[in-house]
């Protein structure tokens, strides 16, 4: 049972504590019934591209722009090099950090350099790439907007972290990123038809503006997290197979 399985896991590497995540009706009602509890809840959120509004995201790059007067914008698109990813890893980071997770309990999320080797490696087999949109204040990073697309989903495309920094929120940077991304990857792909991302429901600010931008709800998800405790309460109430109890 895979339950036993996990708890055995946890106890063996010392774990605290294991987080799940569900998006069907049943997967919800399982976890539940098992004990763990809801912490996080996420929206895949979906846009087709035809619905973009040019004349609308010359807007908003423009007043990004206007409004952090004297930040600089720096496109990557295809690939960041190492050297320039190397710089960014801790204002990434920290940016990461700083996106509502609810209730969900965890360590410091962190971005590795290493990662991005692995990542890279895998994309350079299977053909895709990897854009990146900064503005900076100096060498400080005010926004950022970055999303990847590969060839076995050559439609569409996927919306990955966008973040500003606390100094410059409230001035339309957010917008003026997303703006810059999507005009850059419809340039490279007019293909793609479709952009995939994921928000926090309690996201208030970037669901507005995805919304304005079209995108639309696909799919609900939830993270769940149990500790050791509340699966041995679980499993206590599961009889053991047969032929684990008589072997």
């Known amino acids: 049972m895979l339950m036993r399985a996990l708890l055995a896991t946890m106890e063996e590497r ?10 069907l009706p049943e997967g919800h ?20 591209f035809a619905h973009l509004d040019d004349a609308e995201l010359a807007r908003w790059r423009a007043h990004a722009l206007a409004a952090g007067r004297g930040l600089r914008l720096e496109i990557h698109a295809g690939r960041v090099p190492f050297e320039r990813l190397a710089t960014l890893i801790a204002p990434l980071s ?29 994309i350079d087999r299977r053909g ?31 919306q990955r972290l966008t973040a500003v920094a606390p100094l410059w929120r409230g001035k339309g940077l957010a917008k003026g990123v997303k703006a810059v991304m999507l005009q850059l990857v419809r340039e490279r792909h007019p293909a793609v038809l479709m ?10 600010p970037m669901l507005a503006i995805n919304r304005r931008l079209g995108f639309a709800a696909h799919r609900h998800d939830a993270a769940y997290q149990i500790g050791p405790e509340s699966l041995r309460a679980f499993l206590s109430t599961r009889p053991l197979a047969l032929r684990e109890q008589h072997p």
């Not at 952009?195 to 208030?204: L, M």
């Open 29 to 48: 009602a399982f976890l539940t019934a098992i004990g763990a509890a809801e912490k996080h809840r996420s929206i895949e959120n979906r846009m087709v």
């Open 94 to 122: 920290a940016l990461l950090n700083d996106a509502p997770t609810t209730r969900l309990e965890r360590p410091p999320m962190r971005y590795e350099l290493e990662d991005f080797r692995a990542w890279y490696a895998e």
């Open 128 to 158: 895709g790439e990897h854009f990146l949109v900064l503005l900076l204040d100096g060498d400080e990073v005010a926004a950022v907007c970055d999303a990847s697309w590969n060839q076995l989903y050559p439609d569409r495309m996927f």
């Open 14 to 23: 010392g774990k605290t504590m294991a987080t799940i995540k569900a998006s």
């Open 195 to 204: 952009a995939v991302t994921h928000n926090a429901e309690v996201n208030a």
